[in-house]
């Protein structure tokens, strides 16, 4: 690691929280009687101690702006405090950071007890180890005493980095003898970094991560989903997506048969109904094609660059559809898929079962069927019991969830399966 300790402001720099900061805001001065700036006004809330923005950018008095504080924060402590989500990608770097030895710790002018309460929604606490912030009430804080009272005692300024959006924040790190760096996709404004002092100013958590990390970027992670059709999947994967960008993860949504230009072309063939009365055999290797260059052009390269894949449907599919679906063996699957499996295996499955009757009638209200999807009873009870086959195999990577329930419910049992193995 570059240095020991490893320094972040919050707002701005790990979590985007304008929007719920510029509302909260706008509701305090309306509930006042004032107007509500334009928000290029608002943003500059982000970040500084909050007295001082009334004062400075509203005209408030001391008492004024303490009464302010309080019709704001009746409306964040609920409500605005969540409507933030971590950058993406800023996930990866404090795991990598945390995970490489060094020190880790967030110093921000937000209160304490709120900057604690969403690092733990967001599930980044994990990697994080002192915290930083003010104490409710209290009316301002000197960027400089936040910073050191992030780092453990007796450590050596010159041994951290420090990253912040705003110019107080350089300031105050180049001050106490730290290396400073401005991380422009925040709320700064133009030239507002570099003329702080900041070291360097990256524009993106990407460039932050390539210089922290010295282009070592850890593994990414492969989470499939499974499931027979109509079991629910496309619901709970965007969902799935959604969550983990919020969280802070760069993911990659992906498919297959499908997933990339060639395998796209592929799956036409396949799932046409034009393609009626193919082989069984040919069926498998199409997949299995498709497969193949799905792994090398997309899954491959994003889990090298420590990116989150999630698979709608991979190699099992085709264990339970063909070597058991279509009674091929898994042997014969297995000995066709040899190229794409050598090079990447899922570290997560979630397999989604939901019985048959339910099932159908989930289809029936979507899309038209596919040519898979016509397919006869027996057909399905067949790919049920190569799931079953493929749960067995793989206790330790397989995770089987009751899909038959509602949509949050579900969700609920699909969070906490890949919350573990983040
Ligand atoms: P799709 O429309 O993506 O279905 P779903 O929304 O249920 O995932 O179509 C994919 C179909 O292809 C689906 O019926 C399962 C089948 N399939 C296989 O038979 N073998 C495979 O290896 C894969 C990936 C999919």
């Known amino acids: 690691m570059k240095f020991d300790y490893y320094l972040f402001d919050f707002d701005g720099t790990i979590a985007e929280t304008g929007e719920g900061i510029r509302r909260s805001v706008a509701y305090a001065l309306e509930r006042l009687g004032r107007p509500v700036p334009g928000e290029d006004v608002l943003n500059r809330f982000i970040g500084p101690p909050l007295h001082d923005s009334f004062v400075e950018l509203c005209g408030f008095d001391d008492e004024g702006a303490e009464h302010a504080i309080e019709v704001y924060r009746s409306r964040y402590i609920g409500t605005g405090l969540y409507e933030a989500s971590i950058y993406p990608g800023i996930a990866q770097l404090l795991r990598a950071l945390h995970e490489g030895g060094a020190y880790v710790a967030l110093a921000s002018a937000k209160p304490e007890m709120m900057v604690e309460r969403l690092t733990k929604h967001f599930g980044i606490d994990r990697y994080i180890d002192a915290i930083s912030g003010t104490t409710l009430g209290r009316h301002s804080a000197d960027k400089r005493d936040l910073l050191l009272a992030a780092l453990p005692e007796g450590a050596d300024p010159a041994r951290a980095c420090m990253a912040g959006d705003r110019s107080f924040d350089i300031e105050a790190g180049k001050a106490l003898g730290m290396t400073a760096v401005g ?30 990390l010295e282009g070592e970027r850890p593994r990414g992670l492969f989470i499939t989903m499974e499931g027979s059709d109509g079991c629910g999947k496309s619901t709970q994967i965007a969902r799935l997506k959604d969550w983990l960008t919020r969280r802070g993860y760069e993911t990659v949504l992906t498919r297959e048969p499908g997933g990339c230009p060639i395998s796209e072309r592929i799956r036409e063939v396949i799932l046409s109904l034009d393609s009626k009365g193919m082989s069984a ?42 070597a058991y679906g279509r009674e091929l063996g898994e042997d014969f699957i297995r000995q066709i898929n040899a190229a794409a499996a050598e090079r990447v295996r899922p570290d997560v499955t979630i397999l989604l079962e939901v019985d048959r009757e339910r099932a159908r009638a989930r289809m029936a209200k979507g899309a038209p069927l596919d040519r898979l999807e016509m397919e006869k009873e027996d057909f399905f009870e067949r790919v049920r019991r190569g799931y079953e086959a493929v749960k067995a195999q793989s206790p330790g990577r397989v995770f089987a969830i009751d899909a038959g329930r509602t949509i949050d419910e579900v969700f609920e049992d699909v969070k906490s399966v890949v919350d573990r193995s983040l």
């Open 183 to 212: 991380t422009d996709y925040g709320y700064s404004i133009e030239g507002e970094l570099a003329g702080a002092g900041a070291d360097l100013v990256f524009d993106t958590v990407s460039e932050m991560t390539d210089w922290m």
């Open 281 to 322: 055999e040919c069926e498998a290797l199409l997949y299995a094609a498709s497969r193949v260059e799905h792994v090398r052009e997309v899954i491959e390269p994003a889990i090298k660059c420590g990116k989150i894949v999630i698979c709608d449907r991979f190699l099992d599919s085709s264990i339970a559809y063909q």
